[in-house]
Each structure stands twice: as structure tokens, then as C-alpha cells.
């Protein structure tokens, strides 16, 4: 079965980094867009980002300050998230869908389980 499972979040400072991982597995991971996603508590889940093999693209407030990337052969998606805000504190959530405009709907096929991200100023 489909697995997506986050991984490398935690707690920092205002200024600090993470890198989150999501490692998937149980489907073609190079056919699919995958993306970020986070939801902070009492607000909506947004979109943060998202990338096919050779294109990338990202939420206004994050652009500069996170990358996304993928390792096809690892199966792996990456979001390296530098000059942290107390606002990006966030449930951090890994998505895959084959089509890229579902998935930046926020009704991907597939979901991970979050990891959490806390920046405190």
C-alpha cells in the first residue's frame, strides 16, 4: 500500500533551519507531483510547495527561504526550510498526486501522516 511517511521536524529559533524528508513508497514515485503542505492551529491547511521532476514552485512567503527537492532513486522528497519565522509553525504535511492541479487544490491522492515544526522567537 501507498506509504508517505515525514520525518525531521522539531523545534528552533527564529533565524534556524530544518529539513524535512517524506520517504514514499507502494507507487511510481517519478510519475508523481509531490508537494508540502502546512496548517497552522485554527487556520486552514495551505499549500507551500510543490515539484515535478524538472520544475519547482512555491507559496509567495516561503520563496528564498525553503527549497523543495526530490531523489527519484531514493524515493525520497525533501523540504529544506532556512531563515525559519515563528509564523511558519505549522503542521508539516508530505502529498503525491499524479496531477499537479489536484494536488495544489489540496485534494491529493495520497497524504502523509505531518510532522510538526515549531519556531519560537
Known amino acids: 500500500q501507498v506509504q508517505l511517511v515525514e520525518s525531521g521536524g522539531g523545534s528552533v529559533q527564529a533565524g534556524g533551519s530544518l529539513r524535512l524528508s517524506c520517504a514514499a513508497s507502494g507507487y511510481t514515485f517519478n510519475s508523481y507531483f509531490m508537494g508540502w503542505f502546512r496548517q497552522a492551529p485554527g487556520k486552514e491547511r495551505e499549500w507551500v510547495a510543490d515539484?515535478?521532476?524538472?520544475?519547482?514552485n512555491y507559496l509567495e512567503s516561503v520563496r528564498g527561504r525553503f527549497t523543495i527537492s526530490r531523489d527519484n532513486a531514493k524515493n525520497t522528497l525533501y523540504l529544506q526550510m532556512n531563515s525559519l519565522k515563528p509564523e511558519d509553525t505549522a503542521m508539516y504535511y508530505c502529498?503525491?498526486?499524479?496531477?499537479?492541479?489536484?494536488?495544489?487544490?489540496?485534494?491529493?491522492?495520497?497524504w502523509g501522516q505531518g510532522t510538526q515544526v515549531t519556531v519560537s522567537s
Open positions: 502529498a503525491a498526486d499524479v496531477r499537479r492541479e489536484r494536488l495544489r487544490a489540496g485534494n491529493p491522492q495520497y
Open positions: 515539484t515535478a521532476t524538472y520544475s519547482t
